[in-house]
């Protein structure tokens, strides 16, 4: 109820329906990961919001022939005003572009949504299509899952998300820029933050074995200097 009340309270201000929708997830697209064929997609339906969204379709079909079977399976991407939200199950990517004020434990929930119904509906077919947008009749699903998530109701159920999606914070984040212009893979950025988790946890264990060393030098030192002490008191005193 009132969801509806304010979507009339916003069209009395000659603001439509698709207007709230815009400020939250303003594009979503499912893409095979193998070739970043685009497989469905959703947008707004109005003119002048496909016209001002088409510079991000077009960065999301470059960021679909970036990744990899090695990619970060969860990923942030900041464009701009906006984030592009992506997940990789089975071999498809799924993504959402959304505004900076949009929860991002809403946006990865959504998107966990959408590939348990898309991988339901067209799992087994994903490898056997080669004509773009095979699959455009999931706008259906995508729109109604949409607007579910854009309803108030979404916003103050946080605490019942998976809990796997509790930690989003720890989610990678780069710029698109780094990763489209520069040309730099997704797989290399991913294999520089596992490289400095590697050289972090052997630093960690150098420094363990250091100590531990140190530990058994100082109780060598004792033991050495208890030996020579009974050697002395027997020797000069006995």
Not at 100 to 118: T, V
Not at 191 to 196: C, E, I, P, R
């Amino acid at each position: 109820v009132f969801y509806c009340f304010t979507i009339l309270i916003v069209d009395c201000f000659g603001l439509g329906k698709v207007d709230i929708l815009v400020k939250m997830i303003l594009m979503t697209m499912i893409a095979r990961v193998a070739d970043g064929l685009p497989l469905a997609a959703s947008m707004q339906d109005d003119e002048q919001s496909i016209r001002n969204l088409q510079e991000y379709q077009n960065q999301a079909k470059l960021l679909f022939k970036k990744l990899t079977d090695v990619s970060p399976t969860r990923c942030t991407l900041e464009s701009g005003e906006y984030l592009f939200h992506y997940i990789i199950e089975n071999d498809v990517c799924y993504l959402c572009l959304c505004e900076h004020s949009f929860s991002k434990r809403l946006a990865f929930q959504f998107l966990e949504d959408l590939q348990g119904e898309f991988s339901s509906q067209h799992g087994r077919r994903v490898g056997t299509v080669s004509r773009p947008y095979s699959f455009i009749e999931f706008d259906t699903y995508i729109q109604r899952a949409k607007k579910n998530y854009m309803d108030s109701r979404a916003r103050r159920n946080l605490n019942s998300i998976n809990t796997e999606l509790q930690d989003v914070q720890r989610i990678m984040v780069r710029n698109i820029d780094d990763v489209l212009q520069r040309g730099e893979a997704l797989s290399t950025l991913d294999s520089k933050a596992s490289n400095l988790s590697t050289l972090s946890q052997k630093y960690k264990k150098s420094a363990s074995d250091l100590n531990s060393w140190s530990q058994f030098i100082v109780l060598g030192l004792i033991v050495a200097v208890l030996i020579i002490l009974v050697i002395y008191i027997r020797f000069w005193w006995f």
